[in-house]
């Protein structure tokens, strides 16, 4: 579990409270703990960075809620969001068939082709 640490607003007090959250820690396919990369070191700057975006968008986001702003303008910066977490993926995913796909031999490339199935799979479900 990862600890995280949530911050909201208490609409009654108008005070921000914190609140400690656990995230889990997702696994490989097999269950085993996660393995480390540098197949995305060159773009990693660029990932964080895209990620910091993300982050204050969601943060305006919330911000929109707590205004009581038009729904509509909201969900066109969800919509937002959306599209850069998507830019974010494909890239990760470009990194991934780079460094950790192409060059693998024998019995290896079998199992990192059906990895990249099945990461692929998980994440056109999530971008619709």
Request: aromatic content about 4%.
């Amino acid at each position: 579990m990862l600890p995280l640490i949530q911050h909201r607003s208490d609409p009654h007090t108008e005070k921000t409270m914190a609140t400690k959250i656990e995230l889990e820690v997702a696994s490989s396919p097999d269950n085993s703990p996660c393995h480390y990369s540098d197949s995305y070191a060159e773009d990693k700057a660029k990932l964080l960075s895209r990620l910091a975006r993300v982050e204050g968008q969601i943060r305006g986001i919330a911000r929109m809620i707590e205004d009581e702003r038009y729904c509509v303008d909201v969900l066109t910066q969800i919509s937002a969001v959306n599209s850069s977490m998507q830019k974010i993926g494909l890239l990760l995913l470009e990194d991934h068939i780079r460094g950790c796909v192409i060059g693998t031999e024998g019995d290896e490339l079998e199992s990192k082709l059906e990895e990249l199935n099945t990461a692929i799979a998980r994440f056109t479900r999530s971008v619709g």
